[in-house]
Nanobody, 126 residues
Framework: QVQLVESGGGLVQAGGSLRLSCAASGRTLSSYIMGWFRQAPGKEREFVATISRIGGSTHYADSVKGRFTISRDNAKNTVYLQMNSLRPEDTAVYYC???????????????????WGRGTQVTVSS
């Protein structure tokens, strides 16, 4: 089973940028469709972005489209989330997820992913 560790979170001013990383170990990342999700205090977890096994296909939540970019480097066993033009409403704990099963749900459904990292905090100040 793959293990995931997120990094790159922090405090940034509105309009700034951060790049999150999700490093995998245990199995090669190229076996997995990968997703990023986030959860703000008092809110449900929500889909952010997903990327296909070799990176040829990506999908984004409408709230981040045009500002965030998901990418992957399978040679480094790492998935990235480049976040630009950050807004205070982007403040959340960001999680990467793997082991997507389409029989369980759609790519934007957290329940369809069975492996999760512990998350990294992103705080955007106004």
């Amino acid at each position: 089973q793959v293990q995931l560790v997120e990094s790159g979170g922090g405090l940034v001013q509105a309009g700034g940028s951060l790049r999150l990383s999700c490093a995998a170990s245990g199995r090669t990342l190229s076996s997995y469709i990968m997703g990023w999700f986030r959860q703000a205090p008092g809110k449900e977890r929500e889909f952010v972005a997903t990327i296909s096994r070799i990176g040829g296909s990506t999908h984004y939540a409408d709230s981040v489209k045009g500002r965030f970019t998901i990418s992957r480097d399978n040679a480094k066993n790492t998935v990235y989330l480049q976040m630009n033009s950050l807004r205070p409403e982007d403040t959340a704990v960001y999680y990467c997820a793997a082991d997507f099963d389409p029989r369980v749900g759609a790519y934007y459904s957290g329940s369809a992913y069975s492996t999760w990292g512990r998350g990294t905090q992103v705080t955007v100040s106004s």
